[in-house]
């Protein structure tokens, strides 16, 4: 009777651990090698999807040398000229070796590389990317506008935001998704819901709140369409700034933005840190230092294909964020650079897994 079982191919199935964390594959020979990669989507034996897999090697291997390598380190010569079925089954054999050399460890680092790299060029973005981003975009786009001196705002006819910057991101390059996926170990292609998004940089803090109504009251979000596992606040805990605004209600003068602003940071002195209504989104490689307000929105996306209509909802990022904040979270730590240097490291770390590197 047979009591030896792949564990860690176990614990992958049902035990909630990444495929690119398990130390080696569990393919003994060629016709399992083939096997292995027709369920995984591609037929070797098919001209076409033997092309596609060579494209595929050659833009892993680009990732692998411009994003991973470090000094003068070399992809070793033995993983550099792959193109024939024989080749791809030979690696998944030697990702398979119970024997940790430098060669069974590189065939499973350049695996893990391919395995991202293969679900990133697959996806709805890919083939849609234009449709989909005119669609999102376009919610913004009519009600961006910009002064007699160019100073971009935000608003209608019945009110105006005046606004420092309005960025938008058109999507998250390859090899920063790439990167993203490899290092955090909770991600996955379709999870990465970030690809693409907005930044709208306000004057003031309490510009900030304004914005998020605007965007919220005239529908250019869609508030159940929030995912709400995903939302952040460390810009300024809500509770207190909705005391403020209760408290300001009962006074029957206006206040100007920098009278509410101030008004808004001395309220912070009156409450304890416990009581602080922040909203935390962890992340391993953000800087405590980073403040925002940053969301997931969804948007249904329609794209027309012959006499059907293709409906599907598409993730994008909303960040609010004041002008003094802004440039706080540009310095220091809470830098992007410093951002993706973290991840980098950390995508280097899992790509070699248990290996010295």
């Known amino acids: 009777m047979q009591y030896q079982f792949p564990e860690d191919l176990f614990v992958s199935v049902i035990g909630g651990l990444s495929i690119l964390d398990i130390p080696r594959l569990h393919i003994r020979d060629r016709k399992q090698a083939y096997d292995f990669l027709w369920t995984y989507g591609y037929d070797l034996k098919d001209e076409k999807d033997l092309a596609e897999l060579n494209r595929i090697y050659r833009k892993g291997l680009a990732f692998f040398k411009a994003e991973l390598l470090v000094e003068e380190e070399q992809i070793p010569q033995a993983f550099l000229d792959l193109h024939s079925a024989e080749d ?58 910009k002064d007699e001196n160019q100073r971009p705002y935000l608003g209608n006819e019945l009110r105006t935001i005046h606004l420092e910057d309005f960025h938008v991101k058109k999507y998250k390059s390859r090899s920063s998704a790439a990167i993203k996926l ?85 309220s912070l002195e009156k409450w304890s840190d416990e009581d602080l209504g922040y909203t935390f989104k962890e992340n391993d490689y953000s800087a405590g230092e980073y403040r925002s307000i940053k969301f997931i929105a969804r948007h249904m996306v329609n794209i027309p294909i012959g006499k059907k209509n293709l409906r599907f909802f598409f993730p994008y990022e909303v960040q609010i964020i004041d002008k003094h904040t802004h440039e706080l979270n540009t310095k220091g730590i809470a830098a992007h650079g410093e951002y993706k240097k973290r991840q980098r490291q950390a995508a280097l770390k899992r790509v070699f897994a248990s290996a010295k590197h």
């Open 182 to 266: 490899l290092a955090k170990k909770d991600a996955f292609a379709m999870n990465i819901l970030d690809r693409m998004g907005v930044r709208i940089v306000t004057h003031s803090l309490y510009d900030c709140f304004r914005v998020l109504d605007y965007l919220i009251s005239e529908h250019i979000i869609s508030v159940p369409n929030i995912t709400p596992d995903q939302s952040k606040n460390t810009l300024f805990p809500l509770n207190v700034f909705f005391d403020v605004m209760d408290k300001l209600s009962l006074q029957e003068r206006s206040h100007s933005e920098e009278e509410i602003d101030a008004l808004l940071w001395k």
């Open 88 to 145: 791809y089954y030979d690696l998944l054999i030697k990702a398979s070796s119970k024997i940790d050399d430098e060669e069974q460890v590189w065939a499973c680092a350049v695996l893990r590389v391919l395995h991202v790299i293969n679900h990133l060029r697959n996806g709805l973005f890919r083939t849609f990317s234009d449709k989909i981003q005119n669609q999102i975009f376009g919610l913004f786009y009519g009600h961006i506008h």
